[in-house]
């Protein structure tokens, strides 16, 4: 018996052979994906991935219209996944995934960063994953630094009842007086990337504000919103639990099953292709738009910035793919009304991005570049909150993916930084 379940727009097949998916089962005893490994294909058809249970951790299409797709594969499957022709054009990246989380969580244990006294850590922070209580104590750390230009926001509250909080920076003329630069990490619960890259951006704001010309600039003409994790819930269950968890925690009547994309639930081209009413999948789209906790309350905070000064940029961050998503993803064949203006900022964007480290960072309307998304936060923040630039930027890497080894947090940072330096430059 086989069933499918959807992961990130993406096709999961998997066989029922008794047990559930460790990405669908509502189980609280930590999943192990020891001896799991991961695969990259290419396949004519994204959903071609054959009879063999896998679990479909990322994919892309490419300009001629065939797929690149990464396969996370348990040990008694191996052999006949290997033994498939249909997978012949394969490339292992991980001979062990389970103990690539392993040694992801040693690292973040023996070198958390965390101050005791309260003062804002160096670098140092940069060089693990942190428990979320420490990042909630970290945006104390940053907002206690720069205390005459910052307090501490709280957006909504999570479905189990953690507030979605974060800083708000602002420079010279004082608080609320300027358009916003909105950011927000961590919607999806496995991409542990995109929280810390989020608080290097604010570290080096914080940090900087009183002797970089440019950040003096971007800070004194924008207020700064940022949410380093607006999927609270979700992150606590993949430090927990299962470390590949992507969605929400929320339960819902008629179903087992858990958790809501809060990223697939935002009102504008809800329910489109790309997202899924099937409440198992990994792209569950909610039963209404707006019907998770988190997006309405990151819904309502869009319209609230929109109403104050307007939003010049958003960003959604994500992982992975190495790519600067433009609006929209619903829609391929519609486009912002200032998407040449887009195109260009994003272009040199990507360009600065690859000067530490020459990594590459593509760029265009989502839909074309990555692939379908309804029902996404970019969307509704480009059409219901009139953004000037309305942005989801997918960070390192392509090889190591959701297990971005703790050595590449810091220059993920340092290159997303150069990036923004360039669009600071031309605001």
């Given at each position: 018996m086989k069933f499918k379940l959807k992961v990130g727009g993406l096709l999961l097949a998997v066989a029922a052979l008794g047990l559930a998916s460790p990405l669908s089962q509502p189980v609280f005893e930590k999943i192990s994906y020891n001896g799991y490994k991961v695969y990259r294909v290419s396949l004519a058809n994204k959903d071609a991935v054959g009879d063999t249970p896998v679990i479909e951790l990322q994919s892309?299409?490419?300009?001629?219209?065939?797929?690149?797709?990464?396969?996370?594969?348990?040990?008694?499957?191996?052999?006949?996944?290997?033994?498939?022709?249909?997978?012949?054009?394969?490339?292992?990246?991980s001979h062990d995934l389970g103990a690539d989380f392993a040694a992801e969580s040693r690292i973040s244990v023996q070198s958390s960063g965390v101050s005791s006294k309260g003062a804002l850590p160096g670098l140092?922070?940069?060089?693990?994953?942190?428990?979320?209580?420490?990042?909630?104590?970290?945006?104390?750390?940053?907002?206690?630094?720069l205390p005459n230009n910052s307090e501490l926001i709280v957006a909504g509250t999570s479905f189990q009842g953690r507030p979605i909080q974060g800083i708000h920076l602002w420079g010279k003329s004082g608080k609320d007086s300027k358009p916003a630069i909105f950011f927000n990490g961590n919607v999806h619960a496995r991409e542990w990337i995109t929280s810390i890259v989020v608080e290097y951006?604010?570290?080096?704001?914080?940090?900087?504000?009183?002797?970089?010309?440019?950040?003096?600039?971007?800070?004194?003409?924008?207020?700064?919103?940022?949410?380093?994790?607006?999927?609270?819930?979700?992150?606590?269950?993949?430090?927990?639990?299962?470390?590949?968890?992507?969605?929400?925690?929320?339960?819902?009547?008629?179903?087992?099953?858990?958790?809501?994309?809060?990223?697939?639930?935002?009102?504008?081209?809800?329910?489109?292709?790309g997202s899924s009413p099937v409440p198992s999948s990994e792209t569950f789209s909610g039963y209404a738009p707006l019907d998770t906790?988190?997006?309405?309350?990151?819904?309502?905070?869009?319209?609230?910035?929109?109403?104050?000064?307007?939003?010049?940029?958003?960003?959604?961050?994500?992982?992975?793919?190495?790519?600067?998503?433009?609006?929209?993803?619903?829609?391929?064949?519609?486009?912002?009304?200032?998407?040449?203006?887009?195109?260009?900022?994003?272009?040199?964007?990507?360009?600065?991005?690859?000067?530490?480290?020459?990594?590459?960072?593509?760029?265009?309307p989502g839909c074309l570049v990555l692939y379908q998304s309804s029902g996404n936060g970019r969307d509704y923040v480009t059409d219901v909150g009139k953004a000037q630039f309305g942005w989801g930027i997918e960070l390192r890497d392509t090889q190591y993916g959701f297990v971005l080894p703790p050595e590449q947090i810091l220059p993920s940072g340092i290159e997303i930084w150069e990036g923004l330096k360039y669009a600071w430059s031309q605001f």
């Open positions: 892309r299409r490419s300009d001629s219209g065939t797929w690149t797709v990464d396969l996370a594969v348990a040990p008694s499957n191996i052999g006949a996944f290997e033994a498939s022709g249909l997978h012949a054009d394969r490339t292992v990246l140092e922070w940069f060089n693990a994953y942190h428990p979320y209580a420490d990042h909630v104590q970290y945006w104390a750390d940053l907002q206690a630094a951006i604010l570290y080096q704001i914080v940090t900087g504000y009183k002797s970089d010309p440019l950040v003096q600039k971007v800070l004194d003409n924008y207020d700064f919103y940022v949410l380093p994790v607006v999927n609270p819930d979700g992150l606590v269950y993949t430090q927990t639990t299962n470390r590949l968890w992507r969605k929400n925690r929320q339960t819902r009547s008629n179903t087992t099953a858990v958790g809501t994309d809060i990223n697939r639930n935002w009102s504008v081209g809800w329910g489109g292709d906790p988190e997006t309405a309350a990151l819904a309502a905070y869009t319209r609230k910035l929109r109403d104050l000064h307007g939003i010049k940029l958003y960003v959604d961050w994500h992982s992975y793919a190495q790519v600067i998503l433009l609006s929209y993803g619903y829609t391929c064949t519609g486009f912002p009304a200032n998407i040449d203006e887009q195109i260009d900022l994003a272009a040199g964007i990507s360009a600065a991005i690859a000067k530490p480290y020459n990594t590459t960072f593509d760029y265009g």
